[in-house]
T-cell receptor
């Protein structure tokens, strides 16, 4: 089955540590996205990538980094510079020509 | 700038009753509009979308939405709610002029269904 996988589902880290969240898709989509979701705030765009080896900052990119070395993969690193990293993180992908985005199941990150 | 407003944070309906979730958007051009549903701790699932053409769109799970340009609205409706519809619902507007396919989301409406 085609889809988007995110791992792990739950992640705990100590304050000050960097952590990388995985996102893989087998939909052959060109574009991939990372969102952060906090209660009552909907989804906010962190980074997006339209093509391999290229990515753009979204609305809340500070304290995060990404890479896009392969079409199928778009990992997100939450760095120690992110002041409030505890949140639910969602990865999505879409065809470049269309606007519909498909979402993964999410990773809940808790920083202790 | 694009924006989406969902004025109702939380709605409670009885099972079998009708449902309407409101969504208003701000966008200069013809918008691409979406409704997504999210169960607790899960990702988002697309219910329906509007790109062009017929302003009344049908989606999955018996949902429909109507695009009203004059009111900048894209309200979601269902004639008879089922207990399994309890979830959070997000309206989104798409920007496709740059090819970036970015979506701008509302803050969501949480639906509670009572027996």
């Amino acid at each position: 089955d085609g889809g988007i996988t995110q791992s792990p589902k739950y992640l705990f880290r100590k304050e000050g540590q960097n952590v990388t969240l995985s996102c893989e898709q087998n939909l052959n989509h060109d574009a991939m996205y990372w969102y952060r979701q906090d209660p009552g705030q909907g989804l906010r765009l962190i980074y997006y990538s339209q093509i391999v080896n290229d990515f753009q900052k979204g609305d809340i990119a500070e304290g995060y980094s990404v890479s896009r070395e392969k079409k199928e993969s778009f990992p997100l690193t939450v760095t120690s510079a992110q002041k409030n990293p505890t949140a639910f993180y969602l990865c999505a992908s879409s065809q470049r020509e269309g606007s519909e985005q498909f979402f993964g199941p999410g990773t809940r990150l808790t920083v202790l | 700038a694009q924006s989406v407003t969902q004025p109702d944070i939380h709605i409670t309906v009885s099972e079998g009753a009708s449902l309407e979730l409101r969504c208003n958007y701000s966008y200069g051009a013809t918008p691409y509009l979406f409704w997504y549903v999210q169960s607790p701790g899960q990702g988002l699932q697309l219910l329906l979308k509007y790109f062009s053409g017929d302003t009344l769109v049908q989606g999955i799970k018996g949902f429909e939405a109507e695009f009203k340009r004059s009111q900048s609205s894209f309200n979601l409706r269902k004639p008879s709610v089922h207990w399994s519809d309890a979830a959070e619902y997000f309206c989104a507007v798409g920007e496709d002029q740059t090819g970036a396919n970015n979506l701008f989301f509302g803050t969501g409406t949480r639906l509670t269904v009572i027996p």
